[in-house]
């Protein structure tokens, strides 16, 4: 049974930073492309960012720059550090994973159960 957890949500200033944590247990987490994903209520679930297997990355363009994905294949988690945080980041966090590419979500068969971040003006 796969199981995925975010952690590390919470209130922030705009500016500040945060660091998700996501840990995935009951598969073969080296072999998976991990993504986030955020959601705010009444809207679609936005692709953020992902990794593959060799923590090569690729990310939307509204947070090139300011966040970075990282993985940690002994410990089957991966990261999102989000520096210089906009109001507008605030949203649901979730992570994803896949055994193949895409920044759709129907490509992604695992998630975790989200995160909340919230970015105060």
């Known amino acids: 049974q796969v199981q995925m957890e975010e952690s590390g949500g919470g209130l922030v200033q705009a500016g500040g930073s945060l660091r998700l944590s996501c840990a995935a247990s009951?598969?073969?987490?080296?072999?998976?492309?991990m993504a986030w994903f955020r959601q705010a209520p009444g809207k679609e679930r936005e692709f953020v960012g992902r990794?593959?297997?060799?923590?090569?990355?690729y990310y939307a363009d509204s947070v090139k720059g300011r966040f970075t994905i990282s993985r940690d294949n002994a410990k089957n988690t991966v990261y999102l550090q989000m520096n210089s945080l906009k109001p507008e980041d605030t949203d649901i966090y979730y992570c994803?994973?896949?055994?193949?590419?895409?920044?759709?979500?129907?490509?992604?068969?695992?998630w975790g159960q989200g995160t909340q971040v919230t970015v105060s003006s």
């Open positions: 990794i593959n297997w060799s923590s090569s990355t």
């Open positions: 009951g598969l073969t987490f080296s072999s998976y492309y």
């Open positions: 994803a994973a896949s055994r193949v590419i895409g920044v759709s979500p129907r490509s992604y068969a695992y």
